[in-house]
């Protein structure tokens, strides 16, 4: 089964600097997709970025862009320019392709961003 | 678009007590899914619905869960009779096709005392 580990329970950041937040996952499938998704009190998961496995090229999504090691199958995440509004809980999200469409979440990272 | 609506925002019921929780997914999406998320953890998933089948419930507790998507569209989760454990938020979400990204509603908090 595909397992998604985020060793990092909180995070801290200041504002207008950068931060990186880890994810690691397990699976024996070739073809999926990586997620983090952006959680704040409202409960609502938003949609930070996505990566398809088949592409080397790194996702970047404005401030957002991730890090994506297929072989050593890591998925991290940098916030650049943090700001107040990007306090929130951060998930990491696998998701198979063909034999397992399900979503699997990591346990999340707290993101602080101090004034 | 519209995004996926969930209903009620908050619950709080007695032990043994029935709860519903009803989800309306965005239009055109075909599969569905509902998540448990415990405090201070990632979602957990509980079922998932491609159309009205539910091709995925392996982790959802029978004995005491149940969930329907009759027509395809909306869905209702129910726990009867609840524990004090069931105490979470249940999130719903929806996607368009195999990859895409889930999009999730706002959750239910349910309470159990």
């Known amino acids: 089964a595909q397992t998604v580990t985020q060793s990092q329970p909180e995070m801290s950041v200041q504002e207008a600097e950068t931060v990186t937040l880890s994810c690691t996952y397990d699976?024996?499938?070739?073809?999926?997709?990586l997620f983090w998704y952006k959680q704040p009190p409202s409960r609502q998961m938003i949609l930070v970025i996505r990566?398809?496995?088949?592409?080397?090229q790194n996702a970047t999504e404005n401030r957002f862009s991730v890090n994506f090691q297929k072989a050593a199958k890591s998925f991290s995440l940098k916030i650049s320019d943090s700001q107040l509004g990007d306090a929130a809980m951060y998930f990491c999200?696998?998701?198979?392709?063909?034999?397992?469409?399900?979503?699997?979440f990591g346990a999340g990272t707290r993101l602080t961003v101090k004034p | 678009e519209a995004g996926v609506v969930q209903s009620p925002r908050y619950k709080i019921i007695e032990k043994k007590q029935p709860v519903a929780f009803w989800c309306n997914p965005i239009?055109?999406?075909?599969?569905l899914y509902w998540y448990l998320q415990n405090l201070g953890q990632g979602p957990e998933l509980l079922i998932r619905?491609?159309?009205?089948?539910?091709?995925?419930d392996s982790q959802l507790p029978k004995d005491r869960f149940s969930a329907e998507r009759l027509k395809g569209v909306d869905s209702t989760l129910k726990i009867q009779p609840a524990e004090l454990g069931d105490s979470a938020v249940y999130l719903c979400?929806?996607?368009?096709?195999?990859?895409?990204?889930?999009?999730f509603g706002n959750g239910t908090r349910l309470t159990v005392t």
């Open positions: 990566q398809e496995a088949y592409k080397q």
């Open positions: 699976t024996s499938e070739s073809d999926y997709y």
């Open positions: 619905y491609e159309n009205e089948e539910a091709v995925d």
């Open positions: 239009s055109g999406h075909n599969t």
């Open positions: 999200a696998y998701r198979g392709l063909y034999n397992n469409n399900d979503m699997r």
């Open positions: 979400a929806s996607s368009e096709r195999a990859g895409s990204p889930l999009h």
